[in-house]
């Protein structure tokens, strides 16, 4: 299931390159293995060749950056070392503010370019921390489900239904419109809470006649999602089993609290209940309503239930 | 419109509310011309069932006069007279297409909730909780009957509303309760429970070649229309032990099948046994008094039918399992799936095989439902059964 997560949803793995870290750990390397290789020179570059202490810093600056590279370079707990990169610049900093104060001269001069050198370097690390954890954090809030209804309808009939994404809404209940621009893209509105709408292009990147079909949404969505679903014969004649796999990205902040209250808290039992109602339209031909349940099923809406009795006219 | 609402424990009150409307192609609206208060009403009456709200609509037992249909309804007219099974079933699942109506696997718009107390969810059903699909009941002058080209029966004229009436719920409850003993020349067949289900299902054991049949209760006005009408052997268990009468009836044997017709506000001959679950049931730790259903299973013949079609709810305490497994005994239940029985009932009471309606003790106006419930409720007036005309 991990594996579909990259395959449908691509946009997790930016806004940073799965890359980023791997470069921060070269950047490491090749700062550790100078300071190792030629303390001397490096020294003297930096304007800090007066100082008895220099070369052991600076050996001491060439293991701490090895170490991290090393770090960086394993693919684990990337953010961390992102982070030790920035705990690193600061000491070097420090030391360089330090060493500034009492130079002067051609060596002050010096030593100011490395700590301008070094400062660069800061905001390079402290970026690509933030933005890792952030990558980090998008893929840990990816929801991801698997719900399964049976359909006493043959696959056939069940995936030619689905098929056309415009029936969607008609058993979605987020779902305001499907739009099929053509036979693979597709433009989808959901209604969110207070009126706020969610828009997204989708296209169907895999499709098994009366088999299965696969769609995500466009890169660029603010809300990345992709599905599938797969029609197997249900044993013993009795229809389809129609198997979904969903997996979405809420973002962080106001647009992801949209989302969040979108699904629901019981992101599950709402696609349970848009199966429900697939089923229904399948079987019976429409969403059943009782009058405690006007618009259909909805377990969300069982605790605001009306009371069994015909509905006002007006409502209508 | 006027209708029969359910007001919270113990209440019930004759409204006004909307006029139904067709909210499915596959609705229509049937004027009722009458309506039964089943005891399977008191235990909503009662409060025993999770899931009502105030001002819900009760009934479920109904019949009446098609007076508009949705537009994919094309067995049915206005004008027909049809009467309504009580569960609502779309015919198409595969539930419905085995026969097992009951048990519609679309009916129940509040599925989830069920199956949150019941692993899955029956069907839908009319004015008996939001559990059930929060339908509309028919004690009302209206009502929107879902899923119209499955269920409604046409009732030829000469077939009286007394009668008809009953094939909505009662007799072919009472029916498949006899139907699942399984019943064999020469059978003795007790029943727990002589309301109007437990009477209909001694007198279907009966129709079913029962060589005896013994109906269990303690309301002697009750027994004696088990004896005029069917010629049945009585209990009253208040007065005998039914155990030993039992076996005593069979000797030794224990009868053939048992039907429960009680459900889950029995009442038992011992005071101290009839607090206990009463005690648990007020507390909430039971929500059922299953006496009749653990009687049933000690009574039973070894080998064995227990066939169980009073109402339940949710869990009972101390099932007797050491006996209902050491002696091979069978366990057969479910709400009864109408739909496979109207017509071969209406049939068999066309043929004068039977007329259900011994049963019924009180017509009614439906503006007299609340004291309808009430007399019922307090086995006042001798009541039996109690159809509410409209």
Known sequence: MARVDTVLLPELDGPVPATLPSALGLLSVALGAGALAAPGPIAR??????????????????????????????GRRPAGWAWTRVAGD????????????????????????????IAGVTAVDVLSAVRIGQARRARARVIRMQVAVTVNRSPAEAYRFWRDVENLPRFMAHLESVRADDLRRSHWVAHGPVGRRVEWDAEIIDDQPNTSITWRSLPGTRVPNAGRVRF????????????????????????????????????????????????QVLETGEVVRSEGSPNGISVRQQVMQRPAQPLPAFRR | MRATAWMGTDRVKVIDVPDPRIMNARDAIVRVSTTAICGSDLHLYHGYIPGMRKGDILGHEFMGEVVEVGPQVRNLAVGDRVVVPFPISCGHCSSCQRGLYSVCENSNPNAGIAEKTMGHSPAGIFGYSHLLGGYAGGQAEYARVPFADVGPLKVPDEVPDDQAVLLADVFPTGYMGAEMCDIKRG???????????????????RLLGAERVIVIDRFPYRLRLAQEHLGAETINYEEADVLDTLNEMTAGRGPDACIDAVGLEGHHGNAAMYAYDRAKQATRTETERPFALRQA???CRSGGVVSVIGAYGGFVDKFPMGAFMNRSLTLRTGQCHVQRYTRPLLERIQRGEIDPSFIVSHRMRLADAPKGYKI??????DCTKVLLTV
């Open chain 1, 45 to 74: 570059l930096t304007g800090l060749d007066d100082s008895p202490v220099a070369r052991a810093v600076l050996l001491g600056v060439g293991v701490r950056e090895v170490a991290n590279a090393v770090g960086l370079l394993s």
């Open chain 1, 90 to 117: 600061v000491m070097d900093l420090t030391l360089l503010g330090r060493a500034l104060a009492d130079r002067g001269g051609e060596r002050r001069r010096r030593v100011a370019l490395t700590t301008l050198a």
């Open chain 1, 232 to 279: 197997v014969p249900a044993p013993g004649d009795r229809g389809t089993e129609v198997r979904v796999e969903l997996r979405y990205a809420p973002p962080a902040g106001a647009l992801g609290r949209v989302v969040a209250k979108l699904f629901g808290e019981e992101p599950e039992q709402q696609v349970r209940d848009d199966l429900r109602r697939f089923k």
């Open chain 2, 187 to 205: 059978q003795v067949i007790a029943v727990w429970g002589a309301g109007p289900v437990g009477l209909l299902a001694a007198a279907s054991a």
């Open chain 2, 297 to 299: 299973i000690l009574a």
């Open chain 2, 376 to 381: 019922f409720q307090k086995k006042q007036d």
